[in-house]
């Protein structure tokens, strides 16, 4: 049976930044909304059953009651945590289901929990979050025929499909040995002693920071970067920015869009590609963010390695995927049949 399954973050593009940047919001109605269309797609390509995740607003519930459809739901009985660890564990539960693609509906954090359950996932990620350099903007309708078509086998996923950069983190000299993690977009050390704080980023605490992509036309960090040293998803490296603050009389200043409508101006000390599977050092004690989440204290005698690798989700090219089913009539209905 030609499966794919939805991962919904319900809390992407409404957390507290709204409340401190222009950035918008992407209401429950509106998920609801993506996801019934995500779901029209993806039946007319031939799928013939979707894998859903629970949530405590009932999203998928809502999106899928009263639907006409010629498709099979199953929705994952999983404990909720209320936490990226709910990403986690969808995106293993999907895996194990023999999803054969998975769309997304979330932002940077909600697709790296997702690559931590699932590293090589088949994905379409769709954006609502808040600072959003890794999902795309798309139409659903047209996610969901490419998440079909690939499900069904139809169009092949290798041809359209690559596998994503990551920012390896391995650190070491705690108490638990080696411990690993990993960001999609960005890896930032800060000066910051508040794990899981939602503040918008102060210039003045930025240390390190190492991005798997570095677009102008992107928020965040990754716009940043940008500005400096452009890095496409395609190329075979990665940025580097050493930051020094911008009252010690830095030896470049870079205006850049921290956060949707918020500009800062950033001191960088040093900045330069990075090749593939070489590693950045960051000792502690610093906070390290993973994709705009303060994620975890690096303590003093500890180290952080940082390499920026190929180890992430095979995202999948949308309008590849539905051009190559066009071409070979996977939408043409054939009279007499």
Same mark, same amino acid.
């Given at each position: @049976? =030609? ?5 919904? $973050?319900?809390?992407?593009? =409404?957390?507290? !930044? !709204?409340? /401190? ?11 609801? =909304?993506? &996801?019934?269309?995500?779901? +029209?797609?993806? #039946? ?22 009263? &639907?006409?459809?010629?498709?099979? @739901? ?6 909720? +945590? +209320?936490?990226?660890?709910?990403? #986690? ?21 909600? $697709? ?18 808040? $600072? ?33 950069? #990551? ?30 704080? /939602? ?7 930025? @240390? ?28 075979? %490296?990665?940025?580097? /920015?050493?930051? @020094?603050?911008? *009252? %010690? $009389?830095?030896?470049?200043? #870079? ?15 040093? *900045? ?14 610093? &906070? ?6 303060? *994620?975890?204290?690096? +303590?003093?005698? %500890? ?10 989700? !095979? ?8 051009? *190559?089913?066009? !071409? ?10």
């Amino acid at each position: @049976m =030609s499966t794919f399954g939805i991962l919904v $973050n319900p809390r992407s593009g =409404s957390d507290v !930044r !709204r409340l /401190l940047t222009s950035a918008g919001s992407s209401t429950i109605e509106d998920k609801i =909304s993506i &996801l019934r269309r995500l779901i +029209h797609g993806a #039946v007319e390509a031939g799928a013939e059953q979707v894998v859903l995740t629970r949530d405590p607003f009932s999203i998928a519930r809502r999106a899928t009651e009263n &639907l006409q459809l010629p498709l099979k @739901m199953e929705f994952l009985d999983l404990p909720l +945590h +209320h936490n990226e660890r709910d990403s #986690v564990d969808a995106a293993q539960a999907m895996r194990d289901a023999g999803c054969g693609s998975v769309v997304s509906l979330g932002g940077d954090g909600t $697709n790296r929990a997702l690559a931590l359950g699932w590293p090589d996932a088949p994905l379409i990620p769709v954006s609502t979050g808040t $600072n959003n350099a890794f999902p795309i903007h798309v139409e659903p309708t047209v996610a969901g025929m490419a998440a079909g078509l690939i499900a069904t086998g139809a169009v092949n996923l290798d041809a359209h499909s690559s596998r994503a950069k #990551v920012v390896a983190v391995e650190v070491t000299g705690g108490d638990s040995g080696t411990e690993t993690d990993m960001a999609i977009v960005d890896a930032i050390a800060v000066d910051d002693p508040y794990v899981g704080s /939602l503040e918008l980023f102060d210039p003045e605490t930025l @240390m390190l920071g190492v991005l798997t992509r570095a677009d102008p036309a992107a928020i965040g960090f990754s716009g940043l970067a940008g500005t400096v040293l452009p890095c496409t998803p395609d190329e075979e %490296q990665g940025v580097v /920015l050493e930051f @020094m603050p911008p *009252s %010690q $009389n830095p030896a470049r200043l #870079v205006r850049g869009a921290l956060a949707p409508g918020w500009f800062a101006s950033v001191g960088l000390a040093r *900045s330069r590609y990075l090749e593939l599977d070489v590693s950045v050092e960051v000792a502690g004690p610093c &906070l390290l963010a993973f994709d705009g989440e303060r *994620s975890r204290l690096l +303590h003093s005698g %500890q180290i952080a390695l940082l390499r920026v690798v190929r180890g992430g989700p !095979r995202v999948i090219d949308v309008g590849s995927v539905v051009l *190559s089913g066009a !071409r070979t009539g996977k939408f043409e209905i054939r009279v007499g049949d």
